[in-house]
């Protein structure tokens, strides 16, 4: 415990020595602000950071319309899934891939080894995230059967601020002034889309809201544990990720729907469409967990920010949703406050002068 306490310290002095070496210089322009900044919070070089943040952003994107679709198909009657079955398959597939990867590169087999070894101790607590990611991702199906995808993304934007909060509590980090001021921009951001004079809310956006809240706790908490245990192999976490996941999502389809699993009728609606977002969301699930890994998740957090005009305007384009001003008008703001978060300097000013 102690040589991990000492490891985690280094680590964090080199990233604030990376910070000191990282900064853009003026009219630099957005993205030499965001590679800036990247690369001040993560241990992967700027370039590889950004391409990591690229493929999640537009992996989630191409996941919702491929979601929202099939819930049109299924309203009309021309597919029939369950949700939790879908999400299954998606972490039986992150599971595969965890396993493989870790046998390819060390030659431990881990469902063995972790009994063998004795890390089955730490990765225990790996269920409590594991548990709200699984009622976030099958919030995720529910929640794109009620709202369009640009919708959807706007609302899940709340996260960054309950981001930013448990950030400072759960990790013990200190965020500068100028970035709680971007971190509130965001959030004025995210909710110009629904200031209307009428103020009429749809019971159904506290689904959303509610899974914007667990994103927020379940990524920093898994950050946490990720960054806690620095001996231990980014895909022997992911193991145990998945495991929990895979017996929470089995355990809540037979609870719901156990005709559904018990007849086969479950492997048959894997195909299809339905294969394809599996596919997608174990994608989004390998390149989430290495953002965790090597970049914090504020960063992951405000790459999801830069989703909400590209999402809304490819379901215009190819899923027939509306378009309106106030997603341009949310979608600049955003913008600002990215470029202000991420060239907000790591400590306050008045802090660096008072020492």
């Not at 891939?97 to 063998?116: D, E």
């Not at 190819?318 to 913008?335: H, K, R, Y």
Request: hydrophobic fraction near 50%; aromatic fraction near 16%.
């Amino acid at each position: 415990m102690e040589r991990t306490e000492r490891a985690i310290h280094i680590a964090e002095d080199t990233k604030v020595e990376k910070a000191k070496t990282h900064v853009p210089r003026p009219g630099a322009g957005v993205g030499a602000a965001i590679a800036a900044g990247v690369a001040s919070e993560s241990s992967l070089p700027a370039w590889q950071s950004i391409s990591l943040a690229l493929i999640y952003m537009f992996g989630c994107i191409s996941f919702f319309l491929l979601i929202r679709y099939s819930k049109s198909l299924v309203k009309r009657g021309l597919l029939h899934y369950d949700d939790a079955s879908a999400v299954f398959f998606t972490e039986l597939l992150k599971w595969l891939f965890s396993v493989s990867a870790m046998y390819y590169r060390t030659g431990k087999f881990l469902p063995v080894s972790v009994f063998r070894e004795g890390t089955w101790r730490v990765g225990i607590y790996f269920a409590v995230p594991s548990g709200i990611y699984a009622v976030y991702n099958n919030l995720t199906y529910f929640n794109l059967s009620a709202f369009d995808p640009g919708t959807y993304q706007v609302f899940m934007q709340t996260r960054v601020l309950f981001t930013g909060v448990l950030y400072t509590w759960i990790l013990s980090k200190t965020l500068t002034n100028r970035k709680w001021m971007a971190l509130i921009l965001l959030t004025f951001g995210v909710a110009a889309k629904y200031l209307t004079f009428n103020m009429q809310i749809d019971y159904r956006v506290l689904f959303m809201l509610l899974q914007a809240s667990l994103s927020a706790f379940a990524g920093v908490y898994n950050e946490f544990l990720l960054k806690r245990d620095v001996s231990m192999d980014v895909n022997e976490q992911n193991f145990f990720m998945y495991s929990f996941a895979l017996m929470f999502n089995l355990g809540w389809g037979l609870l719901t729907n156990a005709e559904y699993y018990t007849s086969g009728q479950v492997f048959g609606s894997m195909s299809g469409i339905v294969f394809v977002i599996v596919v997608n969301g174990a994608l989004i699930g390998i390149v989430t967990s290495l953002i965790l890994k090597f970049i914090n998740v504020i960063v992951k957090a405000f790459a999801s920010a830069c989703e909400v005009l590209l999402t809304a305007v490819l379901a215009a384009l190819f899923l027939g949703e509306a378009l309106t001003l106030q997603d341009v008008v949310a979608c600049s703001i955003v913008m600002v406050s990215i470029y202000y978060y991420y060239t907000a300097p790591a400590v306050d000013k008045e802090k660096n002068d008072s020492k």
